[in-house]
């Protein structure tokens, strides 16, 4: 029998893990055997012909397995997306493909859900982040950011690739938002209830694959800009107060002019001024075209992703 009698579906996003995806499908099998589960869903991301090789030996050894193929790729969160689109069940689990996550923990996320009522629960690390100073001083800015840009009652929440949520709502977001979108992002304008459990992360079953810095500030960017308009209002009020630091300075050099007839028109401190203000209405223009740009991608119909009936190599 099993221990609850809500159905529960499972994505992955596969894009290289022709050597690790079957032995966390396995160890998915094997641990969820208590809990009603319904599919698997193994999102191909148009990545290495080894993880097709894998899904499909996978979909043949269980009927539960059911691979997904995308006709490019689209990134980890369309991916995801693409995965939760097609999901039935009650509650959906988000799962890596490298094995860091134990499907044991399944259980404990369904449990908080249930017990704390809330629509997203995140199963965080206990050992704290494996990467580098500079990463994790990079996420600690994110999550700072996260705070400002989020609701007061969502800033303290440690947002994971290994989450549970309420199927109507993992559906939804699939099915209403746009390219681009940030799936956590998307999680917060559907729900109310967000908890947390701490997990341990185990070791990777293939060797780290670090993000380029490039590739998370992209990532982080992507997060801003799809949270909303809080970052325009952060710019409005930037420019307020660069106007009065503006008014300020001017009064303080013509004060210097009055008591110190002799002293020269400062043309260092004049361009700095110009400088500063030109860079802040650079960045100001940068934030807006960027809206435009999401709003122009949505309004020409460009797809979060799209799915095909078989891979490519």
């Known amino acids: 029998m099993p221990i609850t009698t809500k159905s529960l579906d499972i994505v992955i996003p596969l ?78 689990v988000t799962v890596d493909e490298d094995g860091q996550h134990d499907p044991s923990d399944i259980s404990n996320l369904l449990k908080r859900a249930t017990g704390a009522n809330a629509q997203v629960v995140y199963g965080i690390d206990l050992k704290g982040s494996p990467h580098s100073w500079w990463r994790k001083l990079g996420s600690k800015f994110a999550h700072w950011i ?24 993992a559906r939804k977001i699939a099915n209403q938002t746009g390219p681009g979108t940030y799936v956590d992002v998307a999680l917060t304008w559907f729900c109310g209830g967000f908890e947390t459990i701490e997990t341990n992360f185990r070791t990777e079953l293939r060797p780290p694959k670090n993000y380029s810095p490039g590739k998370l500030i992209a990532l982080f960017w992507r997060m801003v800009i799809s949270s909303g308009t809080k970052p325009l209002r952060l710019v409005s009020i930037s420019g307020i107060l660069t106007s009065f630091l503006g008014i300020v300075l001017a009064i303080f050099f013509i004060i210097e002019r009055i008591n110190n007839p002799q002293l020269p028109l400062g043309w260092a401190s004049v361009m700095v001024v110009i400088l500063v203000l030109g860079g802040l209405v650079l960045i100001a223009l940068g934030v807006i075209a960027e809206y435009l740009g999401l709003v122009v991608t949505m309004a020409m119909g460009k797809p979060t992703y799209s799915k095909t009936h078989s891979p490519h190599s």
């Open 146 to 169: 996260a705070g400002k840009l989020f609701p007061k009652d969502l800033s303290k929440i440690d947002f994971s690739s290994f989450r549970l949520i309420d199927g109507e709502i």
């Open 15 to 92: 894009y290289d893990g022709g050597a690790t995806i079957e032995p966390v499908v396995d160890e998915l099998i094997l641990s969820t055997k208590k809990l009603n589960l319904r599919s698997i869903y193994l999102v191909w991301d148009a990545g290495s012909q080894e993880s097709v090789v894998a899904a499909q030996r996978l979909a043949i050894k269980y009927k539960k397995v059911k691979p997904l193929w995308l006709s490019r790729n689209y990134g980890e969160h369309a991916a995801v997306l693409a995965g939760l689109s097609e999901t039935t069940a009650d509650w959906v």
